[in-house]
């Protein structure tokens, strides 16, 4: 008899484009355990289908659902939460951020099996082999990236992802791994040592996506896009003669003017940059290993090359004051990127700068994981409280402050692109500013 198995993406309610992203992790699982001829595999994904304790109870009958696996970041956690105490008679599984970094607090939490990042070579024989406890993944080389099959698309509709006013997308991991070690990262999870997909995979992953359900919008996710110069230049060879658009992630101090060129001949209409901070004592302090000159030569050159340049930036880390503040302010007035995310700086478990706030500002970590929940319709959010410079009253004043200005510039600046923004919020709309 073969073996039924469930996996979940729980509801993301926190994020503000819910139907943004399909949930490529549980796809790339669902496609290694299709190649299995004694299991089932099928996915429900709450950015799309309201998972109910009902609809849960009535698939897992229907279906004679043997194992549920749930994926989860800590933000999600409290709704995985719910979908196991729905689950009865079947055995559960957790697996995703969250289980990586707490796995041994979810299996206090009831959970059957917990499997940390990366178990893509594991997940056939845990089922097979009826794994309980603590699952520790290996990490995957370069070589058994390859391997793995492309994510199971026709488990769910692809046309169901797309940001508004967009295209159906899909999105693209080609690069595990990052050699560098920002402040507010948790490294366990992928590791600093990149490892790749040949740029001839990643390239027919694209072809087959539009080829079976025309689909010409990607979202490259790696970290880094731009890691590897000659790895950009070869892979936009192989996009060029398919008639795609994309966009990507990158650092400014690895962008240059010849990579760019050849992005954009290839399609790529969007950079974003990982900008964070405007203020050289904070992005030493947060170990960005980059300089604000390279920030404003990557921004004007992105967009001298006929692509828009996008810049996440945070506030709130231990070495922000009333100055980085306008700093970040003035930054964006000065190189007017195209698109500008607000966010506030969140310590999550298991990273360093959560050590460091709970350490040296003496912060007390959240007893209720919403308090993760850093984006969404409510904007910007944390738990934080102060800064080494700022004291509750002040810190407060200034991220109000801050994300007035920036709903500004966004209201100024993107009119069309609100909905993929994080902080356009009622009051800062009322907000003379």
């Known amino acids: 008899m073969k073996k039924r198995v469930l996996l979940i993406n729980p509801n993301p309610y926190y994020l503000r484009e819910v139907h943004a992203n399909e949930p490529l992790n549980?796809?790339?699982?669902?496609?290694?355990?299709?190649?299995?001829?004694?299991?089932?595999?099928?996915?429900?994904?709450?950015?799309?289908?309201?998972?109910?304790?009902?609809?849960?109870?009535?698939?897992?009958?229907?279906?004679?659902?043997?194992?549920?696996?749930?994926?989860?970041?800590?933000?999600?956690?409290?709704?995985?939460?719910?979908?196991?105490?729905?689950?009865?008679?079947?055995?559960?599984?957790?697996?995703?951020?969250?289980?990586?970094?707490?796995?041994?607090?979810?299996?206090?939490?009831?959970?059957?099996?917990v499997c940390t990042l990366e178990f893509d070579l594991k997940i056939a024989s845990l089922i097979k082999k009826d794994l309980k406890g603590l699952v520790l993944g290996d990490q995957v080389e370069g070589k058994d990236l390859d391997k793995l099959p492309f994510p199971a698309r026709e488990l769910l509709d692809p046309y169901d992802y797309h940001r508004e006013g967009y295209e159906p997308t899909i999105t693209i991991i080609g690069i595990r791994g990052c050699p560098y070690n920002c402040l507010f990262c948790d490294k366990t999870i992928m590791g600093f040592r990149p490892r790749f997909r040949s740029e001839e995979q990643v390239a027919e992953e694209v072809k087959q996506a539009k080829e079976k359900w025309g689909i010409k919008d990607v979202v490259f996710y790696d970290d880094t896009f731009t890691l590897f110069g000659h790895r950009v230049l070869k892979l936009c060879q192989l996009l060029e003669p398919l008639g795609i658009r994309w966009e990507c992630n990158s650092r400014v101090n690895?962008?240059?003017?010849?990579l760019l060129k050849a992005m954009k001949k290839a399609g790529c209409y969007r950079v974003k940059f990982g900008l964070e901070a405007a203020n050289e004592r904070v992005l030493k302090s947060i170990r960005k290993r980059i300089t604000l000159d390279q920030a404003r030569t990557a921004i004007k050159m992105t967009k001298a090359a006929g692509i828009e340049a996008g810049v996440y930036t945070m506030f709130g880390f231990p070495e922000d004051d009333w100055d980085s503040a306008r700093d970040l302010v003035r930054f964006v007035k000065e190189t007017k990127p195209n698109r500008i995310q607000l966010a506030l700086a969140v310590p999550l478990p298991n990273t360093d700068l959560f050590t460091e706030v709970v350490d040296n500002l003496n912060h007390l970590p959240p007893k209720d994981l919403d308090e993760y929940y850093y984006v969404g319709a409510r904007g910007p959010h944390t738990w934080l409280k102060r800064t080494n410079y700022l004291n509750e009253a002040e810190f407060k004043k200034a991220c109000d402050w801050l994300q007035m200005k920036i709903a500004q510039w966004q209201r100024e600046n993107e009119p069309r692109q609100k909905a993929s923004t994080n902080i356009f919020d009622e009051k800062f709309r009322r907000l003379d500013v």
């Open 26 to 113: 549980l796809l790339s699982l669902a496609a290694i355990l299709k190649q299995e001829k004694e299991i089932e595999v099928m996915i429900i994904d709450g950015a799309v289908t309201k998972i109910t304790k009902a609809l849960l109870r009535r698939v897992i009958k229907n279906k004679k659902i043997e194992y549920v696996g749930c994926t989860a970041t800590t933000a999600q956690y409290p709704e995985a939460l719910k979908i196991l105490g729905w689950c009865k008679d079947v055995k559960t599984i957790l697996g995703g951020v969250h289980a990586t970094i707490l796995g041994k607090k979810a299996l206090a939490d009831g959970w059957r099996t």
């Open 254 to 258: 690895t962008i240059n003017a010849q």
